[in-house]
């Protein structure tokens, strides 16, 4: 069975921008969910999609948002990219049948300039 | 407000011996820890989970140890082999509704050397 990926892996974009991200979960599971991944941070919780709908969104501003679709990929969008938006942004999936756990997937660097 | 803490930075273990990987947490409603590793370059990968109403889960060389009256929890690892080294994460869930979410401490860096 395939893992989740991501694309793409590495993303250089300047500040002011917007950027999109994609996330493919593993067959079968409906829950995706993104975090932020910083130096210190360690990793910080976006938001939950679960069935197209978001379940759980963490502490970041309006400038974040995702969405997921009728096949569970997952897409987030960050808009007026700034400096400290810098990260790996990890994604990850999961079902009922894998409980807690949560799978994820290699994630996307994304650096701001 | 850091909700889980893993205090050590960095640990440094010679092969062969134990590694003791430690976490705090502060919120008395989390009821499901998880650790995971992660190696550069990827993402983390799950290791072992515990319930609160247990207080020890074992995994081969991995065992997990929660003290809920502490909020503490520890990742043990016998032997530690170089293959462990890697950057660990504890994480707890927090339940939202129907919704589930992790949080994570900062990670620890292990090193096992030879």
């Known amino acids: 069975k395939a893992g989740v990926t991501q694309t793409p892996r590495y993303l250089i974009k300047t500040r002011g921008q917007q950027v999109t991200l994609s996330c493919s979960p593993i067959?079968?599971?409906?829950?995706v969910s993104w975090y932020q991944q910083t130096p210190g941070q360690g990793l910080q919780f976006l938001f939950e999609?679960?069935?197209?709908?978001?379940?759980n969104k963490g502490n970041f501003p309006g400038r974040f948002s995702g969405r997921q679709f009728s096949n569970s990929r997952s897409e987030m969008n960050v808009s007026t990219l700034e400096l400290g938006d810098s990260a790996l942004y990890l994604c990850a999936s999961s079902s009922r049948h894998s409980g807690n756990e949560q799978y994820f997937g290699p994630g996307t660097r994304l650096t701001v300039t | 407000d850091q909700q889980v803490k893993q205090n050590s930075p960095s640990l440094s273990v010679q092969e062969g011996r134990i590694s003791i990987l430690n976490c705090d947490y502060t919120n008395s409603m989390f009821d499901y820890f998880l650790w995971y590793k992660k190696y550069p370059a990827e993402g983390p990968t799950f290791l072992i989970s515990?319930?609160?109403?247990?207080d020890k889960n074992e995994d081969g060389r991995f065992t997990v140890f929660l003290n809920k009256s502490a909020k503490h929890l520890s990742l043990h690892i016998v032997p530690s082999q170089p293959g462990d080294s890697a950057v660990y994460f504890c994480?707890?869930?927090?339940?939202?509704?129907?919704?589930?979410?992790?949080?994570f401490g900062t990670g620890t860096r292990l090193q096992v050397t030879l």
């Open positions: 994480a707890a869930v927090g339940f939202a509704g129907t919704a589930s979410k992790l949080t």
């Open positions: 515990i319930s609160s109403i247990k």
């Open positions: 067959s079968g599971h409906r829950s």
């Open positions: 999609y679960f069935s197209e709908t978001q379940r």
